[in-house]
């Protein structure tokens, strides 16, 4: 079933009403928090991993022992900060709420590094997903005490298994999960799917012989069938990778400071910057460039860098076997296992290129994946911040390739190695130009993390007085029918989180989309609704929201069940997200 919402246009608080949460204070955004890079901001920040080569972090460095080139032209450096995460960081942990009021801002350390784990399902061979899971555990019982993580797992949608926690019992439950156990999906296809599909070919070729005509033809019509499934394949797995990257980038938005995203996998179909002049395309040559574009600039904002890990272990070379005698013979798989090493060092090599692009490190050829999760945090825990201005005021939607270097000492650097200089008025004046998907349903999915790059509060309580029975339903499914109850939504917006530009005539002006979507046990959406906010803020009004949060009203009726509710923001303007799952009891 395909989700519809129907949005109306409504303008918003010229004068506002009484706030729903009067008595509550709209959710805080983040303390001291680094300057990042961002699309419509002029100032750049990018941290910096300095390291000797055994892996140490190098301590104490100054401003002046670094060098920062923007396209190959030394910048000054205008703000520099030197970040330790310490162990047992204290708890960023959102107020208590009153009864039925709930909040996206997430729970997290207060810390400069946060790590996170991500386990990719979609990516990696059933086999190997029950090697991770193993190292996985083992690292968990024999992890430093007051080392705190984050688990989220990856099969054909992305699911948040554990918030940040140091308690050890509930990260193994996490892990445990049904959402955590190794299996295969539909879109997935592994290295020995390649392979096998090469040896059927060759076998069907031997078969055939050097005969011409039908058989020949129907050999390479198999080939033809075989390319295009695995490239609908690959580029399905491509997609999906890059939407749960974004996902997690806005999951992890409001959480301050670095956040080291440890991912597990076999392999790694996408890339994220471009490569020099151009980009490293997928094999199947279908990247899509605004989603890449798009994932780049959500890593960039939330501060993600990436530490891919290969699910493989140790990658073993079959022509030093005594059957193969290191010689290749054929198109056979098991006479030429050499066909294996391209397609690893393709892996490898986009592996590398994440790490590089994102400021993290790769990890693969080893057995101990326990060994290499400790060696990201230690990594990921120590780190400069390098801030300063562009030399080009005006925002012209290109890559800037960014260079660090140190001014004497030698050492190891990681760091991004670049962003897109991307206007947020001129993806608005794109978008209107050629019309594009609503982009807030996807993010109500359910199951998915909650975004937090819009921060709020809601209330949902069923509305008192309740409508007359013959009343109009209100909700985009029309089929709905039984005895139901009517819910009001109120939400509190944070407004430092939402776009409101200022205009000539002093007002402030923001469009937001809002949502709701109830789903039942079975994650089957059962009602629906949504509207448009065009806001037009006086001085008076503007002044009142920054005191007080944005007030939205939304109202939905539902059966008596148990069921989530999915509340959703869309920033239209700055196209910045913030959702939310809700439990609705029966009982309520």
Known sequence: MRLRLFFLFSPLFICLPALPLAAQSPPSAPSSQTPLIQTNAQAVAVDVVVTKGSGEPVLGLAKHDFQILEDGKPQAIDLFEEHTAPINAPFLIPNQLPPHVFTNLPAAPQSDAVNVLLLDSLNTPEADQAFVHKQIADFLRNMQSGTRIAIFALNTKLRLLQGFTADQSLLQVALNSKAAQPGTTPASRTRDDDLRDKEELSIIGEMVGNSEGSNQEAVKSDARSMDLHVATQAGQRSSLTLAALQQLARAMAAIPGRKNLIWFAGSFPVSIFPNGASRQTLANGKEIGDAVRQTANLLTQAKVALYPVSAQGIIVDHTTNADSAGQPNGDNFETNPNQELPAHSANTGAMEQLARDTGGKAFYTSNNLSQSIAGAIQNGSHYYTLVYTPPDAQMDGKFHRLEIKLTESKANLSYRRGYYA???????????????????????????????????????????????????????????????????????????????????????????????????????????????????????????????GIPVHLQLDLPQADLTLATGIYDLNAHRAGTLEIPVSAQQ
């Open 422 to 548: 991307d206007q947020a008025n001129a993806a608005t004046a794109q978008a209107k130009a050629i019309p594009a998907s609503d982009p807030l349903p996807p993010l109500l999915a359910h199951g998915l993390p909650a975004s937090t790059q819009i921060l709020y509060q809601a209330r949902v309580a069923p509305l008192t007085p309740q409508p007359a029975a013959d009343a109009a339903h209100i909700g985009g499914n029309t089929n709905l029918a039984g005895t139901l109850i009517r819910y009001k939504v109120d939400l509190v917006i944070l407004p430092a989180t939402v776009s409101l530009a200022l205009a000539p005539d002093l007002t402030h002006n923001g469009k937001i989309e809002v949502a709701l979507v109830a789903y039942d046990a079975a994650g089957k959406p059962i009602n629906w609704t949504g509207q448009t906010f065009g806001m037009v803020l006086n001085p008076d009004s503007y002044a009142q929201i920054k005191r007080a």
